[in-house]
C-alpha cells in the first residue's frame, strides 16, 4: 500500500528527483493551465460588470448622450456608477485567485491515472525488498512519462447558467452597431455635460454631420473626422450641427441650402440643413473649419425600348426595354394610346372610334439585385383588347426614389396579339374588332355575319360553329333593330364572337387527316403572310404533333386490317412502285422545311410542304410484324373513342336546349339525332312532348350506353345531367382498367383523362341547375381532355411498342390505303365513323349542291310521303 508523501519514503532523494524532472517539464501547461483558471473565474465573478461597461460605451459611441438632456445623463450616470461598483465588489467577493496547487490538480484530473499525485507518493512496505523497489521505481517511470504529456487544460469560460437572460450578448450586439454606425469621437461629447469647470477647461467645441439620402446607399460623414477642403456629398444631404460651451464663441455659416428669410441665430447650439448647391460651409471658433461643398446632382432615370413589340403563340405581347438611374429606378409605366393617323380607315374603322382610355401598364422591375441599370420585358396578352394588332403609340415613364420621372414619348409600334390564320375565325375577329370599335357597327356586323353564314357548306366543319355563329348574328340583328346597343350588350357579344373564333381557329378535329391537313395550310399561310419566326415555329411544331397523330392511326388501322383479314404482311414488303420511308426520314423531311423557313426561304419551303402533303396524303403503314388479338391498350383507345362520341352527343343535345330556351319550339319534331329536354332521341318527338312516328329498332344498340338509344327505339327518360353522370362513370371504369403504361406520356393521359373526369363533373352539375352554357363550356373541356389523354395513350403504346419490337413499322406509299365507310367518308379516328372533311371536291362543288338543293325541294313537294320524312326535308331547307 501507498500514502502520501508526508509519510516516510524509502528513497525520498530518488523520488523527489523524478518529481522535480517531471514538473520542470510540465512548467508552461501548468502556467497555461492556471491563467485560464483565472480567466474562467474572472469570467464568473464579474460578467455583469464587463456587461454593464460594453453597454455604456456602445451607448456613448451612439451619442445617445446628445439626445438626452444633461439631468438624464447625469442620473444615468450616476446609476451606471452605483451599479459598476455594486458587480465590482459582488465579483471581488465571489473570486477566487487560482493557486499554484489549484492549477496542480486541474492538470492532474486530465491526465489517466492522475500521474502527478503518483510521483508524490512514497513506498511505505517492501522498500527494503530489492524486487519490490524495482516494481516501484518501474511504476514511478511510467507516471512520469505519463504527466510529462499534459497538456494545457482548456477553460470553461461558459457563464450561460449565470445569465440566463443573455445580457452579455445584448451588449455584444448593441457594440457591433455603434462600431458600424457610431464613433468613438462621440464618447467625448458627455465631457461637455459635466460642470462648468471641466467645460472651462475643455473650451468650446462643435460637432458635426453629413446624411446622405437613404435611397443613395451612401455612408454618413462625420465633419469632425474631415480635413477642411473640398467635400463632395449627394444632392439632398442634410447636414446636423452641434455646438457645446458658451453659446455664441463657435458660430457657423453656409451658402449650401439656399435659405432665403429668417434664418437660425449662427450661434445656435443645433442647426440642421440640406445641401442643395454647391457652395461653402464654416465654423467660426475654436477649432473650427471650413469645407467647400460639392453637390453630386441626382440625374433623372432614363427609359427606352430596346427591341420590337413580339407576341407568343399564345397572344402575349413581349415588349423589352432598358431603364437606368444613378441610384436606382423604383418604378414606372407604359402609356399605350391608339395612333390613329397611322391606322388604315377603312369597312368597319371608318366611323371615328368610341372614346376609350389609354392602356396604363406599371413596368417591370428587378425584385433583387441592382436597379441602376438593367433591361426588362412588358408582357401582356392584348389578343381581347380592341386596339389588337393595330398601330399605337407608348409612352414610357420611369421615377426613382427622389420623385424624379425620365420619359420616352411618342414611340411607334403595333399593339402584337394573337393572329387567326383560318379564314372564318379571322372574318369573325374582324366583325369582333368593328363592334368593338364603334356600336354604330353592328347592323354592319350582323350583316357581314348573314353573308357569311348564308351557304355554310364546306365553310364550317361542325354543326355547333355554324349553330353558334347564327345564334349570335340573330340576337345583334334584333338587339339593333330594337336601338341603340347597350355597352354590356355589346361586350357579351364580343365575347361570344371571341370563344367561338378561337375555337375555330384551334379545331375540334377529331379525324387525324384533316387536323394535319389544317396544320400544313395554316403554315402555308403563315409563309405567305410573312408571319413572325415564333408563329411559324409553333405552326412547325403544331405539324409534327399532327403528324406523329395521323401516323399512329394509320399504324392502328393497319393491324386492325390484318386481323380481320387474318393476314400478316411481311416485313419489308412494299407494293410494287411504291416508295419506302420511315420515320426518321419523315423527320428529316420536317427539318428541312424548318431550316428553309429559318433562311428565309419561303418558296423552297412552300413546294417541300405541298411534297410533304401529297405524300401524307398517299401513305399507309406497315408493322413490323403482325399481332393477334387486341391488346389492352387498344381496348382502352377504343373505350376512350366510344366516350369521346357520346360526350359530344351530349354536348350537341345541351346546345340545341340552350338554342331552345332563346327561341322556343325551333327544334321541335327533329329526328335521330336530336334530343330535346324530354330526351327523346330518334323518335321524331318534339321538345313539347308531341311524338310523332318512331324509329324502327336498330340491330346492335344495346341498353345502357351513356348518350346512346334504348334497345328496341325506346325513349330514354333520363335528363341531360342522368346520362352525363352515367357517362361520367363509365371513364371511371375506363380509367381503372387503363394499361400500366410508363414514362412521360402514360403519366400525362392519366393526368389528362382526370381533368375530364373533373370537367364532366362540372357538366353534370351545370345540366342541374339548367346552366346549359356553362354544361357546354364544361363538356368542350371534356372533350379536349379526352382528345388530349388518347394522342399521350397512342404515345405512351407507340414506345411500348418500340421497346418490344426494337423497331417501328415502315411507311409505304399506297394510293386508297384508307378504309372508307359506304358513304365514302374515312372511318375517323380512335374509332369514330366519319369526319369533317368536305365530300366534294374540284370545280364542280357548286353544281352538285345545287342538284342536292333541287331534289330536296322536290321531294318536300311530294304530298304523299310520310310526314316524319316531309318534316325532315323541312328541316334541310331552312336557313337557322
Not at 369573325?428 to 370599335?437: A, F, G, N, S
Not at 365575347?495 to 378535329?509: T, Y
Not at 403482325?626 to 354536348?651: F, I, V
Not at 340491330?699 to 328496341?712: M, V
Request: aromatic share 4%; charged share 25%; hydrophobic share 35%.
Amino acid at each position: 500500500m501507498a500514502e502520501q508523501i508526508d509519510g516516510p519514503p524509502s528513497d525520498p532523494r530518488q523520488d523527489d528527483a523524478l518529481l522535480r524532472r517531471t514538473m520542470q517539464r510540465i512548467r508552461l501547461p501548468l502556467v497555461l493551465t492556471r491563467i485560464g483558471m483565472f480567466a474562467e473565474r474572472a469570467a464568473r465573478a464579474f460578467w455583469p460588470l464587463w456587461t454593464l461597461l460594453i453597454a455604456v460605451l456602445a451607448a456613448l459611441m451612439l451619442g445617445l448622450q446628445d439626445h438626452a438632456s444633461v439631468e438624464t445623463v447625469w442620473v444615468a450616470g450616476v446609476l451606471v456608477a452605483l451599479a459598476g461598483l455594486w458587480f465590482l465588489v459582488r465579483g471581488a467577493m465571489a473570486f477566487r485567485w487560482p493557486s499554484r496547487e489549484d492549477a496542480f490538480q486541474r492538470l492532474d484530473a486530465s491526465l489517466v491515472g492522475r500521474p502527478l499525485t503518483a510521483l508524490r507518493d512514497a513506498q511505505v512496505m517492501g522498500a527494503e525488498d530489492g524486487a519490490s523497489a524495482r516494481i516501484w521505481a518501474a511504476h514511478q517511470s511510467r507516471m512520469a512519462t505519463r504527466a510529462e504529456a499534459a497538456q494545457p487544460v482548456e477553460p470553461d469560460l461558459r457563464v450561460a447558467r449565470f445569465d440566463p437572460f443573455g445580457m452579455r450578448y445584448v451588449a455584444l450586439t448593441a457594440l457591433c452597431i455603434a462600431l458600424l454606425f457610431g464613433s468613438f469621437w462621440r464618447v467625448g461629447s458627455v465631457a461637455g455635460m459635466a460642470p462648468g469647470s471641466a467645460q472651462a477647461a475643455a473650451g468650446p467645441s462643435w460637432e458635426g454631420w453629413v446624411e446622405p439620402p437613404a435611397y443613395t446607399g451612401l455612408p454618413v460623414v462625420y465633419l469632425n473626422d474631415i480635413e477642411a477642403g473640398p467635400l463632395r456629398v449627394a444632392e439632398g444631404s442634410r447636414v446636423t450641427l452641434r455646438l457645446y460651451g458658451e453659446e455664441g464663441a463657435i458660430q457657423v455659416a453656409e451658402d449650401v441650402s439656399g435659405r432665403v428669410g429668417d434664418l437660425p441665430d449662427p450661434g445656435t447650439p443645433s442647426q440642421d440643413f440640406t445641401v442643395a448647391r454647391d457652395g461653402t460651409v464654416t465654423i467660426d471658433g475654436p477649432g473650427g473649419r471650413a469645407w467647400d461643398f460639392a453637390v453630386i446632382p441626382d440625374q433623372p432615370p432614363s427609359v427606352t425600348l430596346t427591341g420590337e413589340a413580339e407576341a407568343n403563340v399564345d397572344g402575349r405581347m413581349t415588349l423589352p426595354f432598358a431603364a437606368s438611374d444613378d441610384y436606382g429606378v423604383e418604378g414606372g409605366e407604359a402609356v399605350i394610346t391608339l395612333d390613329l393617323d397611322r391606322l388604315d380607315r377603312r369597312h368597319g374603322l371608318a366611323l371615328d372610334p368610341e372614346a376609350r382610355d389609354p392602356v396604363v401598364l406599371p413596368l417591370p422591375v428587378p425584385i433583387s439585385g441592382s436597379r441602376a441599370e438593367f433591361e426588362e420585358n412588358l408582357i401582356d396578352n392584348f389578343s381581347e383588347h380592341p386596339w389588337a394588332n393595330m398601330p399605337v403609340t407608348i409612352d414610357l415613364h420611369a421615377t426613382d426614389a427622389a420623385g424624379q420621372e425620365g420619359t420616352t414619348e411618342g414611340l411607334e409600334i403595333r399593339l402584337a396579339a394573337r393572329r387567326f390564320f383560318d379564314p372564318l375565325a379571322a372574318a369573325v375577329i374582324e366583325m369582333r374588332r368593328d363592334l368593338l370599335w364603334n356600336r354604330e357597327n353592328g347592323r354592319r356586323v350582323a350583316q357581314v355575319l348573314k353573308a357569311v353564314s348564308w351557304q355554310p357548306e364546306g365553310l364550317f366543319r361542325k354543326e355547333t360553329h355554324y349553330l353558334r355563329l347564327r345564334t349570335v348574328m340573330r340576337r345583334l340583328d334584333a338587339m339593333t333593330k330594337a336601338g341603340p346597343l347597350s355597352a354590356e350588350t355589346r361586350d357579351e357579344i364580343a365575347q361570344a364572337l371571341w370563344d367561338l373564333a378561337l375555337e375555330i381557329e384551334e379545331g375540334d378535329i377529331d379525324d387525324a387527316m384533316e387536323r394535319m391537313r389544317m396544320a400544313q395550310e395554316k403554315l402555308n399561310e403563315a409563309m405567305k403572310n410573312g408571319a413572325s419566326p415564333q408563329e411559324i415555329a409553333r405552326l412547325m411544331q403544331d405539324l409534327r404533333d399532327a403528324t406523329q397523330d395521323y401516323l399512329r392511326q394509320l399504324s392502328r388501322q393497319a393491324q386492325r386490317e390484318q386481323e380481320q383479314d387474318g393476314t400478316d404482311q411481311p416485313q419489308g414488303q412494299q407494293p410494287e412502285g411504291g416508295m419506302q420511308m420511315t420515320q426518321d426520314d419523315l423527320q428529316k423531311m420536317m427539318d428541312r422545311i424548318q431550316e428553309l423557313m429559318e433562311q428565309g426561304r419561303m418558296a423552297e419551303a412552300q413546294q417541300a410542304l405541298e411534297e410533304l402533303q401529297q405524300m401524307m396524303e398517299n401513305m399507309r403503314v406497315t408493322q413490323g410484324q403482325g399481332g393477334q388479338g387486341q391488346s389492352p391498350g387498344d381496348q382502352a383507345m377504343e373505350g376512350l373513342s366510344e366516350t369521346l362520341r357520346n360526350q359530344q352527343g351530349l354536348s350537341d343535345e345541351a346546345f340545341r336546349d340552350l338554342q331552345e330556351q332563346y327561341n322556343p319550339g325551333a327544334n321541335s319534331g327533329q329526328s335521330q339525332g336530336n334530343t330535346g329536354r324530354n330526351g327523346g332521341m330518334g323518335q321524331g318527338q318534339s321538345h313539347e312532348g308531341q311524338t310523332g312516328e318512331g324509329q324502327q329498332d336498330q340491330p346492335g344498340q344495346g341498353q345502357g350506353q351513356p348518350g346512346g338509344q334504348a334497345q328496341g327505339g325506346t325513349n330514354d327518360d333520363r335528363s341531360l345531367a342522368e346520362r352525363q353522370e352515367e357517362l361520367r362513370r363509365e371513364l371511371d371504369r375506363q380509367r381503372g382498367a387503363l394499361p400500366n403504361l410508363g414514362g412521360e406520356a402514360g403519366d400525362a393521359a392519366r393526368e389528362s383523362l382526370e381533368r375530364a373526369d373533373r370537367a364532366m363533373r362540372g357538366a353534370e352539375d351545370a345540366l342541374r341547375n339548367d346552366d346549359y352554357a356553362g354544361a357546354i363550356d364544361r363538356q368542350s373541356e371534356a372533350m379536349e381532355a379526352l382528345r388530349e389523354g388518347m394522342r399521350n395513350l397512342g404515345e405512351a403504346m407507340a414506345e411500348n411498342q418500340r421497346e418490344m419490337q426494337g423497331g417501328q413499322g415502315e411507311m409505304q406509299g399506297n394510293v386508297g390505303g384508307e378504309r372508307n365507310d359506304p358513304l365514302g367518308r374515312n372511318a375517323g379516328s380512335n374509332g369514330q365513323l366519319g369526319n369533317d372533311r368536305n365530300m366534294l371536291q374540284g370545280e364542280d362543288v357548286y353544281r352538285r349542291a345545287r342538284e342536292l338543293l333541287d331534289e330536296i325541294r322536290r321531294r318536300s313537294g311530294e304530298g304523299e310521303r310520310p310526314d316524319v320524312e316531309l318534316d325532315y326535308l323541312k328541316r334541310l331547307m331552312e336557313r337557322f
